[in-house]
């Protein structure tokens, strides 16, 4: 056998293990990036020895199988499948074939549409009522899951209007990110197994053999295109087909849009990219299609897809990369957690060679060894985590992590706590890690908020014994700034007066600053709001402390410890002497405070108010801020781009108001105060 030969043999046994994996077990265990680069190699030999091409080849059938428990449905046209591009270079060639075909037109219509990350399926009505519906399977063949269809709320049994009598209409079956977080929660709560994805659990959960169980997983389905329609007169353009769909009732993604031209793609992309992370759904990229219908029929078809629409695909938010060793960093609080060390990888954008790996429970849980091959994920701004381990790539020589004895840091002894995943550095402030990270958070944004004084400046002046405690930081001279590496002279005079503004600041504030174990920005302004000055939180007992909303045992054993200790009441003095001082708190009546006992949520971007401000407004009228959205939740303000909580909101009948109204709502309290 040739070296071509086996080099084709290897990449499609490897694809279809892929394929099986995907699209019959509903569990890849490889990133779409590393499938997407075995094709194109593939497809690339394939081009240039056509000879060695067989009808087998995974490049000649759109992926998929039907899966025998289900019974089979012949489409009535092929469920066709899309080409992907991957560069603006590449979309550029999309469209030069378009030209060569059918002529060049400066600036042809294109309907633009998020490529949702579900699955395809084929919906057949007949006279207006659902008969059945198929999953793709390998495009000719699918399988029945009719049953399972009629459980998505979203789908109409009966369409609205005047619609075909025969009407077979495709789209895509996903699960929204928040029902996927909701179902994998309780997974974890049973011991039950996690989905890897939203797009496998989608799968997942519509073929299940008990349609019952596909009605509690809350699928959701947008269309995107007409197989066969009878009986009445379609629109000429796609798009306008589309906005028909939602006249006969089948829903269809909002953010579609039609452009004119290459660049109208391009911004369209642009556009939902920089929004991917916000909507409420996972997409993997944009697809453009002619819009002129009688184009797109003039275009037709090679083999499995259509030449007049692409897949743009977004960067892949997973790749393959090895671990090629493991550190351990220690936090503010002693916590230990073990960082992987990366063969550089390009992965959401960005070149990435650390992710964090949390704690040893997850690298129990991921059963991870120094060498091995692991799936990197990074989306959007979040810090890149390991998801997966390809254990048949795992070397012989591969090492167990273990959680060091003593602290990488001071060589203080590591302790694990009773019942908890983290192991601590029992250094306390001797721990020079612990120190600096306290400072750094002293002087963090929503904390004393200087500016100027970021991290890097925190580990200089740390290292070159500046300060060693917060209080330190308010004794800083601008000479002492200006010796520091590139540090200009105005730049240490900037940093002076910042350090100089910082001192008036909220007792709520203050006390989030000090970087008590577990007190978060609430939990500050509770312990401020009930406790009026820092002495009298200094003298709270762990009873009172118990009797502040929603503070528990362990909380308020931690504020009790910290004010117990003599070196932090030492600094706390040293901050009041030089100079941090807060207004006095302004005791509201309850009739002043009109929002008392109600939850509040912000999300989304706000244009006119700064998220903290926003905050502080709805605290002073008694409300509380909540990160997420609940049954007990009041009202939402949504922002610009909000997401998966204002789904949520709006799921649960929750009342959302935008920042307009917000602004005016709360206006109108401060005119009766
Ligand atoms: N949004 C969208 N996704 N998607 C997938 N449109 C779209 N069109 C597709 C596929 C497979 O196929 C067309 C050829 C109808």
Same mark, same amino acid.
């Given at each position: 056998m040739s070296e071509i030969q086996r080099q084709i043999d290897t990449l499609r046994t490897r694809i279809e293990e892929y394929n099986y994996q995907y699209y019959v077990l509903d569990n890849p265990s490889v990133p779409d990036a590393e499938y997407d680069r075995l094709m194109r190699e593939l497809q690339s030999i394939e081009e240039k020895y056509p000879e060695l091409i067989t009808s087998e080849s995974p490049t000649q059938k759109v992926s998929g199988k039907a899966d025998s428990?289900?019974?089979?449905?012949?489409?009535?046209?092929?469920?066709?499948s899309?080409d992907n591009?991957?560069?603006?270079?590449?979309?550029?060639?999309?469209?030069?074939?378009?030209?060569?075909?059918?002529?060049?037109?400066?600036?042809?219509?294109?309907?633009?549409?998020?490529?949702?990350?579900?699955?395809?399926?084929?919906?057949?009505?007949?006279?207006?009522?659902?008969?059945?519906?198929?999953?793709r399977g390998d495009g000719n063949i699918?399988?029945?899951?009719?049953?399972?269809?009629?459980?998505?709320?979203?789908?109409?049994?009966?369409?609205?209007?005047?619609?075909?009598?025969?009407?077979?209409?495709?789209?895509?079956?996903?699960?929204?990110?928040?029902?996927?977080?909701?179902?994998?929660?309780?997974?974890?709560?049973?011991?039950?197994?996690?989905?890897a994805?939203?797009r496998n659990?989608?799968a997942?959960?519509?073929?299940?053999?008990?349609?019952?169980?596909?009605?509690?997983?809350?699928?959701?389905?947008?269309?995107?295109?007409?197989?066969?329609?009878?009986?009445?007169?379609?629109?000429?353009?796609?798009?306008?087909?589309?906005?028909?769909?939602?006249?006969?009732?089948?829903?269809?993604?909002?953010?579609?849009?039609?452009?004119?031209?290459?660049?109208?793609?391009?911004?369209?992309?642009?556009?939902?990219?920089?929004?991917?992370?916000?909507?409420?759904?996972?997409?993997?990229?944009?697809?453009?299609?002619?819009?002129?219908?009688?184009?797109?029929?003039?275009?037709?078809?090679?083999s499995k897809a259509?030449?007049?629409?692409?897949?743009?695909?977004?960067?892949a938010?997973e790749e393959l990369t090895k671990?090629?060793?493991?550190?351990?960093?220690?936090?503010?609080?002693?916590?230990?957690?073990?960082?992987?060390?990366?063969?550089?990888?390009?992965?959401?954008?960005?070149?990435?060679?650390?992710?964090?790996?949390?704690?040893?429970?997850?690298?129990?849980?991921?059963?991870?060894?120094?060498?091995d091959t692991v799936v990197?994920?990074?989306?959007?701004?979040?810090?890149?985590?390991?998801?997966s381990v390809i254990m048949e790539r795992r070397p012989e020589?591969?090492?167990?992590?273990?959680?060091?004895?003593?602290?990488?840091?001071?060589?203080?002894?590591?302790?694990?706590?009773?019942?908890?995943?983290?192991?601590?550095?029992?250094?306390?402030?001797?721990?020079?890690?612990?120190?600096?990270?306290?400072?750094?958070?002293?002087?963090?944004?929503?904390?004393?908020?200087?500016?100027?004084?970021?991290?890097?400046?925190?580990?200089?002046?740390?290292?070159?014994?500046?300060?060693?405690?917060?209080?330190?930081?308010?004794?800083?001279?601008?000479?002492?700034?200006?010796?520091?590496?590139?540090?200009?002279?105005?730049?240490?005079?900037?940093?002076?007066?910042?350090?100089?503004?910082?001192?008036?600041?909220?007792?709520?504030?203050?006390?989030?600053? /000090? #970087? !008590?174990?577990?007190?978060? $920005?609430? *939990?500050?302004?509770?312990?401020?709001?009930?406790?009026?000055? =820092?002495?009298?939180?200094?003298?709270?007992?762990?009873?009172?402390?118990?009797?502040?909303?929603?503070?528990?045992?362990?909380?308020?054993?931690?504020?009790?410890?910290?004010?117990?200790?003599?070196?932090?009441?030492?600094?706390?003095?040293?901050?009041?002497?030089?100079?941090?001082?807060?207004?006095?708190?302004?005791?509201?009546?309850?009739?002043?405070?009109?929002?008392?006992?109600?939850?509040?949520?912000?999300?989304?971007?706000?244009?006119?108010?700064?998220?903290?401000?926003?905050?502080?407004?709805?605290?002073?009228?008694?409300?509380?801020?909540?990160?997420?959205?609940?049954?007990?939740?009041?009202?939402?303000?949504?922002?610009?781009?909000?997401?998966?909580?204002?789904?949520?909101?709006?799921? /649960? #009948? !929750?009342?959302?108001?935008? $920042?307009? *109204?917000?602004?005016?709502?709360?206006?109108?309290?401060?005119? =009766?105060?």
């Open positions: 428990a289900f019974d089979s449905i012949t489409h009535l046209t092929p469920m066709l899309l591009v991957f560069s603006e270079e590449e979309l550029s060639g999309f469209n030069q074939r378009i030209a060569n075909r059918i002529g060049e037109q400066a600036e042809r219509s294109f309907t633009c549409e998020p490529k949702l990350d579900g699955l395809a399926i084929s919906i057949l009505y007949r006279d207006g009522k659902l008969e059945r519906a198929a999953t699918g399988e029945d899951v009719t049953q399972n269809i009629r459980t998505i709320k979203s789908i109409p049994l009966k369409l609205r209007g005047n619609h075909p009598g025969l009407l077979d209409v495709r789209g895509e079956v996903f699960m929204s990110k928040q029902t996927f977080d909701n179902i994998n929660q309780e997974a974890i709560e049973k011991g039950e197994k996690v989905f994805n939203p659990a989608a997942g959960s519509l073929r299940q053999l008990d349609p019952s169980i596909t009605a509690k997983r809350s699928l959701s389905v947008y269309f995107y295109a007409l197989g066969t329609a009878q009986g009445v007169e379609l629109a000429s353009s796609h798009f306008h087909r589309l906005m028909k769909l939602k006249e006969w009732g089948l829903p269809v993604c909002p953010e579609i849009l039609r452009v004119q031209g290459q660049s109208g793609c391009e911004s369209f992309y642009q556009d939902i990219l920089a929004r991917r992370e916000s909507l409420p759904y996972e997409i993997d990229g944009v697809v453009y299609k002619v819009d002129e219908i009688a184009q797109q029929s003039e275009l037709g078809f090679v259509p030449r007049w629409a692409i897949a743009h695909k977004f960067p938010q671990l090629e060793a493991v550190d351990f960093q220690v936090g503010r609080t002693g916590a230990i957690t073990p960082v992987a060390r990366l063969e550089p990888v390009f992965v959401g954008g960005v070149t990435v060679s650390n992710a964090t790996l949390h704690n040893m429970d997850e690298i129990d849980r991921l059963g991870v060894k120094v060498g990197i994920r990074r989306a959007g701004d979040v810090i890149p985590q390991v998801v020589e591969a090492g167990d992590i273990e959680i060091p004895k003593q602290c990488p840091v001071c060589s203080s002894e590591v302790e694990r706590e009773e019942d908890q995943a983290i192991y601590r550095c029992t250094g306390g402030l001797f721990c020079d890690a612990q120190r600096k990270e306290s400072i750094k958070h002293f002087a963090s944004r929503k904390a004393f908020d200087i500016e100027g004084l970021g991290d890097k400046l925190v580990e200089m002046l740390c290292d070159e014994g500046l300060i060693e405690n917060v209080a330190d930081i308010f004794k800083l001279e601008k000479e002492q700034l200006a010796k520091l590496e590139r540090m200009a002279d105005k730049s240490a005079e900037n940093v002076i007066q910042a350090i100089e503004k910082s001192k008036t600041t909220t007792l709520a504030k203050f006390i989030y600053s /000090l #970087g !008590i174990r577990e007190v978060g $920005e609430v *939990t500050a302004s509770n312990l401020a709001h009930h406790y009026l000055t =820092i002495d009298t939180l200094i003298d709270a007992t762990q009873d009172s402390l118990e009797s502040v909303k929603d503070i528990g045992e362990v909380v308020a054993h931690h504020i009790v410890a910290f004010f117990k200790n003599q070196q932090n009441l030492e600094v706390i003095n040293q901050l009041l002497e030089g100079g941090v001082n807060w207004p006095e708190i302004e005791i509201l009546s309850e009739d002043q405070q009109p929002l008392l006992n109600q939850t509040w949520v912000l999300t989304g971007t706000l244009i006119q108010l700064k998220r903290t401000e926003a905050k502080q407004m709805l605290q002073k009228l008694g409300a509380k801020i909540s990160g997420s959205v609940s049954k007990k939740t009041s009202v939402v303000v949504a922002g610009e781009a909000a997401g998966s909580k204002l789904t949520k909101a709006n799921e /649960l #009948g !929750i009342k959302v108001i935008d $920042e307009e *109204t917000f602004l005016a709502e709360i206006s109108r309290f401060q005119e =009766i105060e």
